[in-house]
């Protein structure tokens, strides 16, 4: 009895030792279970994807979760895109592609190893595929963009950092010098909604609206002619707009907004011209940092900011076009206050990234705020809509005829400079225009001729 309680007594403590063992085994290895686990409740949710359809290119979002790591490969025969997330998980239903799509057909999906998430893009034609991260920003969390860009043959002139005014073409041929060109760029768009007021009412709906309503007023008069930046939803960044509005030959770049202020009491249209320097009032500026922060909401790539330098060397020569964009505001803002009121009474300046053309006079107007409940109600409103419009090509229509700006608006003519030329027997107004490379509409404007006609012998100013 003694021996068999001894052997017992031998056998528990033997499994006391080995439980203890086992116990700071345990006790070890609980951080990189911890771990572990960590990593899996850490995988990244893909909540939802978002497709933008615009003519030159397709945009795919995926709202993530959190940041991801995620890597993409083409490949051929068919024609596929593949995004691949690791530790991510998809729960979601797709997306179906827009019918009038070129380039995206179809989104399907698949885990092709355990914790991967695939996303197979199948495509229509050969694309240049961007793909880039975003940080939460206002109402977005991490998002995942695909840009599929339609394949642009390089040439000399697009990767030279020298820049020689556009041509006088268009996409339909040649441009007649005395036609008036109006670029109209809808703020806004897409990824990026833009201000929204307490009925619900977005900016880059509102803006869309009137920027398709001043197309059609301006394309009535036979002497102007408007394209738009965008004619959808979808998002361009802030430079691309301005180099759609010169690859289509315009000599006027207007972008539409219905912002939103800090204050719902701040209401009233204004609007704005490109400051070299600081900001003319408070509301300017901080519009600007807003309108400025869109890209940070639309998403824009990183891959072609090199071109920036060639915009450094060209803002020393933008006094000239930032003058005429001053004297198209100022006609614009004395039009818009017979529609109802004006925040300012005179143009502001601010360093707006969509005005900083060199060779392109530009305004932005502010058509309301959106904070504003009762201008959300109007710029909701169709009516008011074409007011706006018929308010804005006014204002155009005056510049075009070098109408003398309205008396308190300072025309700042200090800094321009001007060649004079005399009028030579055989001599056009088309011809002189082409030997300075400026617009027949610009000679006219700054010498007040009403007509295409010029004298023998006659002076001429023109600007440089």
């Known amino acids: 009895m003694l021996s068999l309680n001894r052997n017992k007594s031998r056998h528990c403590l033997r499994f006391c030792k080995h439980r203890s063992a086992c116990f700071t085994i345990a006790f070890l290895l609980i951080p990189h279970l911890l771990l572990f686990s960590g990593q899996v409740w850490a ?3 893909v909540n939802n994807i978002r497709l933008w359809n615009a003519p030159d290119h397709t945009r795919v979002v995926l709202d993530l979760g959190n940041k991801a790591d995620y890597k993409t490969f083409e490949l051929d025969n068919p024609l596929r895109l593949v995004v691949d997330l690791t ?25 092709p190893t355990p914790g991967v998430t695939r996303f197979v893009l199948e495509l229509w034609q050969k694309v240049s595929a961007n793909s880039f991260q975003l940080d939460p920003h206002k109402e977005y969390g ?34 007649n010098d005395q036609i008036l060109t109006v670029a109209i760029d809808a703020g806004h768009g897409g990824e990026d909604p833009g201000a929204r007021g307490s009925r619900g009412y977005r900016e880059k709906i509102i803006t869309m609206e009137i920027a398709r309503r001043l197309k059609k007023v301006i394309d009535a008069d036979p002497n102007m002619r408007g394209v738009l930046t965008r004619d959808g939803d979808y998002y361009i960044d802030l430079r691309k707009r301005t180099e759609k509005a010169r690859d289509r ?3 006027v770049f207007v972008s539409i907004h219905a912002d939103a202020f800090r204050s719902a009491s701040v209401s009233g249209s204004s609007v704005y011209a490109l400051s070299q320097r600081g900001a003319s009032s408070e509301e300017a500026r901080w519009l600007a940092d807003q309108e400025n922060a869109s890209d940070l909401v639309g998403g824009v790539s990183l891959k072609d900011k090199d071109a920036l330098l060639a915009e450094v060397l060209l803002d020393l020569s933008m006094t000239k076009t930032i003058s005429d964009g001053r004297e198209v505001g100022a006609h614009v803002l004395k039009q818009l206050a017979s529609v109802g009121k004006v ?13 900083k053309s060199p060779d392109i006079p530009s305004i932005l107007v502010e058509t309301g705020f959106l904070t504003n409940s009762g201008e ?25 005829d070098g ?28 011809e002189i225009a082409e030997k300075y490379r400026v617009s ?11 007509n295409n006609v010029v004298m023998l012998g006659q002076s001429l100013r023109i600007p440089r």
Do not use: C
Request: aromatic share 6%.
């Open 43 to 45: 995988a990244t949710n």
């Open 87 to 111: 530790e991510s998980r998809w729960k979601g239903d797709l997306p179906t592609t827009a019918s009038d799509d070129r380039f995206l057909k179809g989104i399907r999906t698949g885990q």
């Open 142 to 175: 991490y998002r995942l963009v695909i840009d599929l860009n339609e394949i642009v043959d390089s040439t000399p002139e697009s990767s030279g950092a020298v820049y020689l005014p556009p041509s006088r073409t268009s996409p339909s041929g040649p441009i």
């Open 249 to 251: 030959g315009a000599e």
């Open 343 to 355: 925040h300012k009474k005179r143009v502001e300046q601010a360093r707006f990234v969509v005005l």
């Open 376 to 400: 959300e109600r109007r710029l909701s409103q169709k009516d008011h809509q074409e007011k706006l419009a018929q308010a804005i090509y006014r204002g155009l229509k005056a510049y075009q």
């Open 403 to 430: 109408v003398q700006p309205p008396l308190n608006i300072a025309r700042d003519t200090s800094a321009m400079q001007f060649i004079t030329y005399k009028v030579k027997r055989g001599d056009t107004l088309s």
């Open 440 to 450: 027949s509409g610009k000679i006219k404007q700054h010498n007040r001729i009403r």
